[in-house]
């Protein structure tokens, strides 16, 4: 039995978003092809997912050097232990789903601190002589992103931020099975509804092997 992070990021539902709805469609396509999975919703906007503050920084620095957890401030431990909770609920993952659109040629804020939350040293990645290692191999991941233009290709692909960073960041921490499943051109009233239909039916491809 595998474990699935499905990790949305879209403040709407999957009626009126593009990404949520091809999520939607491979997920539950993925559940049928795999029974005995455990399947994980973290939407993002209704987690609580620290950003890096003074709270937090204070208290990894404290930490740091010698201080117990019992030493930080209330908040500092709040912000601290929640962070804690995230990466390794990661890490103990097999496999991970994130769904969100383009916003502004990159990903939601939420899912930049949930990136974030999850780039620790020691838990999916490490510093040696070397150079870095990612800690996380043998691991699967797929991204669905959905934009109003094209940016796999043309004249926009130079101003894609979205699927290229979370592709880096899962590299960086050993993951080397990566999809995407892009749902390009969604601006376009004329092929918004083809290219939702098509996306939708590669994901449910997708979901059968993934």
Not at 29 to 44: F, G, I
Not at 76 to 90: A, H, N, T, W, Y
Not at 189 to 203: F, G, M, P, T
Request: glycine share 6%; hydrophobic share 40%; no cysteine.
């Amino acid at each position: 039995m595998a474990t699935v992070l499905y990790i949305t990021a879209h403040p709407l539902d999957h009626q009126a978003s593009y990404s949520l709805a091809v999520g939607k469609a491979f997920i539950e396509a993925y559940r049928e092809a795999n029974p005995t999975d455990e399947v994980v919703h973290l939407d993002l906007y209704k987690e609580n997912v620290p950003p890096f503050d003074a709270d937090v920084l204070r208290g990894w620095e404290k930490l740091r050097s010698g201080s117990s957890f019992d030493q930080l401030s209330d908040a500092e431990k709040s912000k601290v232990d929640r962070l804690g909770v995230i990466v390794d609920q990661f890490v103990t993952a097999d496999k991970y789903v994130y769904v969100s659109p383009m916003w502004n040629f990159s990903i939601p804020p939420v899912l930049k601190a949930y990136t974030d939350a999850t780039s620790i040293p020691g838990k999916t990645f490490k510093y040696t002589k070397e150079g870095p290692v990612g800690l996380l191999p043998g691991k699967k991941a797929l991204h669905i992103q959905a934009s109003g233009s094209v940016y796999s290709e043309g004249p926009l692909a130079r101003l894609e931020m979205g699927y290229s960073y979370l592709n880096k960041v899962l590299r960086f921490y050993g993951v080397e099975s990566i999809e995407a499943i892009l749902v390009e051109g969604t601006a376009l009233s004329d092929q918004a509804l083809s290219v939702k239909e098509k996306a939708i039916a590669q994901a449910k491809e997708v979901a059968n092997r993934f």
